[in-house]
Every structure is written in structure tokens, then in C-alpha cells.
């Protein structure tokens, strides 16, 4: 039984103790495989893991209720209301809380956000979250003298660095998995990471790095319709070797060629950045919309998604405004991004134009929710967000679906360019990243990429070109940079910046 009135040392060791024991099942997970506990070596490593964390919340814990107990219990509720909702994720997507996921955090919508509401994570909520609190709010703290509280905290800040010195043999082990330790550790993960996510934000974002002029160097008509998939993996599609038909329409088309690729990132919005930047780097430069639309391209940005670095243009429709003026089912889907583009593109007077489309097709946990009913060609499907619920084969069932949806999309798509005969046109798909749908116990995306598997970061890059104006390199694998410099090279776009080895075009 729990008492009422407790020290403050007591109480600072119970919620940590609480906390070791509602949150960390993960993160010993991830260290029991990891490290041989049979042997000597690694039984004191963990050994020495459990104190460490068990020390660590204690004197944080203990030095918030000092300080104030008001504050102190406010932010512990805090905390452990957190937990809970980490807990739920890592345990059902086997997500790492690490900066990258943070960043995912802070970039989701309500509509995206919602879709992950469920039964189990409402009880994971009220069991790991609203319990410990309502005790916490309960608890008496009995506070103690300075002396004591100085000398508490002076030993356990010395024990603290007696272990990690004297674990100094596993030191490379432990710097080699730090982030995946750092992001199953409850509340290290998140409370460490959205400072370092800000920090590099603002760092990010306070000057976009202009490139250098560009020159038009002739009159001809051309145009590029750049699709950004969501979460598509070049493995579920049939034109990569994928033994279901997901791509009924496509397989038929004329001048299609595929490449294989990968993604830069295995989230949103590293990935998008990535096939919009000339480079592949932690800076902010200047993207290839903001870019040509600065040197009189024409550039249509449609997108019913989110993520996207800042766009500067003047030809900017996301989902709600492209709704607006779309009537019928498919304008619930991203076929609405396709709603009256042909005659906005017809309607411009310069040569050169830019098309791109975010989609949204492919993202997850709602699978099944991405695409109109009639493109449920596999069957049974997944209909729940807690996707480890699910069988394989729903699962796997839902996901294809969307990419026969996507196939739908992008036959669309070239079917409007070849209707425009009087310009040389191209279309490009790249996906943002891939997705992982089960393998290896984890779900969707977000893995860090140096630790992701290939599901994550495999993508489809498929181009389409409309006559033989332009012809296409030979090229064994390709990156989302790509995309930048040859979008400029298709459309005529003479550059300082422009690199020929990172052109896919003859």
C-alpha cells in the first residue's frame, strides 16, 4: 500500500522506481538483445544500466520537488502523463523518440494525429499516466533541511559518475546504440530532444541560403509534374518485381522507366527537403520551387499533406483550398490534387512550368481510409490503427491498396500530359521515404536512418517522359537529389548550381 505522506527522498525514489518499472520495458528489451547477458561483461552492464536510470530520475525527481513541490509534482505529472503516450507508440510502432521523431511530432496535423486514436491507447493513457498522477496529487511530500538535500544530491551525482566510469570497457557499445537507448528512455527521450529539435529549428530556419541566379536558355515549352509519394516503398510495387499486380495502369504506359533509390531520411519532412534541395545537407537552402519560381518559372504547388520546408511562390493549394471547388467522393482523396490542374496549367503564359503534387496516399496507421472504396482490390484488409492487431495479410492487403491507388493517380497524371501536346513534358515520382509493415516487429516510419531497415528507406523512383525529346541515363541507383538538378536540366535551366553527374536525363 502506498502511503499518504512520504520524505521527499522516499518520494523521489518511488516515482523513480515507478517510472523504471511502468516505462522501460523497451529499452531493456532493446539491451537484452543486444548484449550477451549470460556473460560477466554483460550482466554488469546492465546491472549498471538499472542504477544509472534508477539514480538519474531520482535526483532530477528529487531536485524538481525541492525546489518547489507545487512545480515539482506538476511537472512529474507531466511527465508521467507523457510516458504513457510514448510507451503506447514505442510499443505498438516500435518508434525511437529520438529528434527525428520529435520533429514528426511537431509536423503532424490534426487529421493525421486523429487517426492514431484508439481503445488501447486511451487505457495505456489512464493506466501508465492517470493513475501515477492522481497519486502524485495525492501524496504529502514531508520536505527536508538544505544540508540534507545538498548532501543527497552530491552523493548521488558522484555515484552516478563512479558507474560510467567504471563502465568505461562498454563505453563504445553504449556510444554506438546511444540513440536508440536515448530514445526508449523514459523521460530522457522527449525531454532531451525537443530542445536539441528547437534548437537546430531555429538554427535551420533563420535565413534561407539563397543559390545562385539562373538563366532560362531557350523559348521551348516544357513542363514537370513532380509527385511526392508518402510512405511508398519501392517493394510493394509490381514495376519493381512485387508478385501482386499493384500497378495495373502503369505496367501498360509507354515510356516509363523505374530506378532504384533511396531516401535521404525516413520522415517526412527530412525527405521532402531532400528531393527539393540541390544537396543533401543540414542547411537550409534555397528549394527548387522557391528557386525556379525566383527565375520566372511557372511553379504549382498542390499538396494534401504537410512537412514541406517553407514554400515562397505564388501558386500555393493545399487540401482545403482544392476542396473547395472539388464535388464528388474523390475529392476525400488525393485524386482532389488533380482537380482542374490541366487548365490551370493551360491557363499560364510562360514556357517553363513546374508542377508538383504532395500526396498523402500511403501514410499510415489508417491504410485503409487513403483510397475510394472501389480500389479495395485486396482483400481482407486492416481497418484498425493499432496495426499490430492486424494480420500480416490485412495489413499487407491495406497498403497494396494504396499503391494501386497511387498507380491510379499517376496514369491520371501522364494521361493530362499527353492531352498537351504542344509541350515537352516528364513526370517524376519519388517517395518521401518507405514504411515498414510488420518486419522485424516494427510499423510505418521514423526509424533513424542509420538504424532503419531497408522497408524504410527503399523508394520508387519512376520517371515518364512523353515523346523522344529527352532521353533517359542508364543509371544503376539514384538519390532524392536527383530530382533538383534534373528538373532543371529538363526544363532548360542554366545554373551555377547544377550539377551534371546528379541529372538523370541524356
Given at each position: 500500500m502506498l502511503k499518504n505522506n512520504l520524505k521527499i527522498s522516499y518520494f523521489a525514489l518511488l516515482l523513480s522506481i515507478l517510472n523504471f518499472l511502468l516505462y522501460h520495458y523497451p529499452f531493456f528489451g532493446?539491451?537484452?538483445?543486444?548484449?550477451?547477458?549470460?556473460?560477466?561483461?554483460?550482466?554488469?552492464l546492465i546491472v549498471c544500466l538499472v542504477i544509472i536510470m534508477l539514480v538519474a530520475n531520482f535526483f532530477v525527481f528529487f531536485l524538481f520537488t525541492y525546489l518547489s513541490r507545487f512545480v515539482g509534482k506538476f511537472l512529474l505529472v507531466l511527465t508521467f502523463l507523457i510516458n504513457s503516450v510514448a510507451v503506447y507508440f514505442i510499443n505498438t510502432y516500435g518508434v525511437i523518440i529520438d529528434e527525428s521523431m520529435i520533429g514528426n511530432i511537431f509536423n503532424t496535423n490534426y487529421?493525421?494525429?486523429?487517426?492514431?486514436?484508439?481503445?488501447?491507447?486511451?487505457?495505456?493513457?489512464?493506466?501508465?499516466?492517470?493513475?501515477?498522477?492522481l497519486y502524485i496529487i495525492r501524496v504529502k511530500i514531508i520536505k527536508t533541511t538544505f544540508k540534507k538535500f545538498a548532501l543527497t544530491s552530491a552523493l548521488s551525482l558522484a555515484f552516478m559518475l563512479i558507474l560510467v566510469f567504471a563502465n568505461a570497457s562498454n563505453w563504445l557499445?553504449?556510444?554506438?546504440?546511444?540513440?536508440?537507448?536515448?530514445?526508449?528512455?523514459m523521460p530522457w527521450s522527449y525531454s532531451v530532444n525537443i530542445p536539441l529539435y528547437f534548437i537546430h529549428k531555429h538554427q535551420e530556419n533563420e535565413k534561407e541560403?539563397?543559390?545562385?541566379?539562373a538563366t532560362i536558355k531557350d523559348n521551348e515549352k516544357s513542363i514537370v509534374i513532380l509527385v511526392i509519394g508518402e510512405s511508398a516503398r519501392s517493394q510493394n510495387f509490381s514495376l519493381y518485381g512485387y508478385p501482386k499486380n499493384t500497378n495495373p495502369l502503369l505496367s501498360q504506359t509507354k515510356n516509363l522507366h523505374t530506378f532504384n533509390a533511396t531516401s535521404c531520411a525516413t520522415y517526412t519532412t527530412a525527405g521532402v527537403k531532400c528531393i527539393l534541395e540541390h544537396t543533401n545537407s543540414n542547411k537550409l537552402y534555397e528549394i527548387l520551387p522557391n528557386y525556379l519560381f525566383r527565375n520566372d518559372v511557372e511553379v504549382i504547388w498542390r499538396t494534401t499533406n504537410w512537412g514541406q520546408p517553407p514554400i515562397h511562390i505564388k501558386n500555393y493549394l493545399d487540401k482545403e483550398a482544392l476542396k473547395a471547388s472539388c464535388e464528388g467522393e474523390d475529392c476525400a482523396y488525393d485524386e482532389v490534387l488533380l482537380q482542374g490542374l490541366k487548365e490551370q496549367i493551360l491557363a499560364s503564359k510562360k514556357n517553363k512550368i513546374l508542377v508538383i503534387l504532395h500526396t498523402s496516399t500511403s501514410h499510415g496507421p489508417s491504410y485503409s481510409k487513403k483510397y475510394p472504396s472501389r480500389f479495395e482490390?485486396?482483400?481482407?484488409v486492416c481497418n484498425s490503427v493499432e496495426l499490430s492487431k492486424c494480420s500480416q495479410e490485412e495489413l499487407i492487403n491495406a497498403y497494396d491498396n494504396t499503391i494501386v491507388y497511387t498507380d491510379y493517380l499517376l496514369s491520371k497524371v501522364i494521361e493530362d500530359l499527353k492531352q498537351m501536346k504542344e509541350y515537352h513534358s516528364t513526370m517524376l515520382f519519388v517517395s518521401d521515404h518507405g514504411e515498414s509493415l510488420g518486419e522485424k516487429n516494427l510499423y510505418m516510419h521514423g526509424i533513424p536512418i542509420s538504424l532503419a531497415p531497408k522497408e524504410q528507406y527503399e523508394i520508387p523512383f519512376i520517371v515518364w517522359l512523353l515523346d523522344d525529346y529527352r532521353q533517359l541515363k542508364p543509371n544503376a541507383h539514384l538519390t532524392q537529389n536527383h530530382v533538383f538538378h534534373s528538373v532543371l536540366n529538363f526544363l532548360g535551366i542554366q545554373s551555377?548550381?547544377?550539377n551534371e553527374e546528379m541529372n538523370i536525363f541524356k
Open positions: 532493446f539491451v537484452f538483445k543486444n548484449v550477451d547477458y549470460q556473460s560477466l561483461g554483460g550482466a554488469i487529421e493525421e494525429s486523429s487517426s492514431f486514436f484508439s481503445v488501447k491507447l486511451v487505457l495505456y493513457f489512464i493506466i501508465l499516466g492517470v493513475l501515477p498522477s557499445w553504449i556510444d554506438k546504440n546511444s540513440k536508440t537507448l536515448g530514445g526508449l528512455a541560403i539563397l543559390l545562385p541566379d482490390i485486396f482483400k481482407p551555377p548550381i547544377y
